[in-house]
């Protein structure tokens, strides 16, 4: 971008406009916190369905209705792969992200939150296993 004053930057089309690094910094550890909630979910869906399934077989109701729920199960069962795939994408960015140099702003609560996330979810490094705010 040009040497724009910071109330021309606004006109800007989105692609074009600067992100200052520390908002970039709380936006990308923000979505890696939502995506690991996210995934959390779907495990316990599927946990939740399973037994729902369980219960309308043993009540003897209706196949309609038992297959229904399997579909809602398979939803949830391949969102779980998913929700892995873009944990990890989240988690390099912002392991990148946190490559760079920081002086300055590493008292600030984003970088602390942004240092958090990643000491705790280090196993996403190798492999995916769980995942942890």
């Known amino acids: ?42 495990e ?4 939740d369905q399973e037994a729902k399934i369980v219960k309308l077989k043993a009540e003897g109701q209706d196949e309609h209705v038992i297959k229904k729920q399997g579909e809602v199960l398979l939803e949830s069962q391949n969102m779980v792969p998913d929700c892995r795939r873009r944990i990890q994408k989240a988690y390099s960015d912002l392991k990148s992200l946190m490559g ?30 769980s995942f942890t705010e």
């Open 1 to 42: 971008t040009s040497q724009l004053a910071p109330r021309a930057e606004k006109w800007l089309p989105k692609g074009r406009r600067r992100i200052p690094r520390i908002k970039n910094l709380r936006i990308k550890t923000g979505v890696l916190k939502r995506l690991i909630k996210e995934k959390a979910m779907y």
């Open 100 to 129: 760079e140099d920081w002086t300055g702003f590493t008292d600030s609560e984003q970088y602390k939150a942004a240092r958090e996330i990643l000491d705790n979810n280090k196993d996403l490094d190798d492999t995916e296993t």
């Open 44 to 47: 316990t869906e599927v946990v």
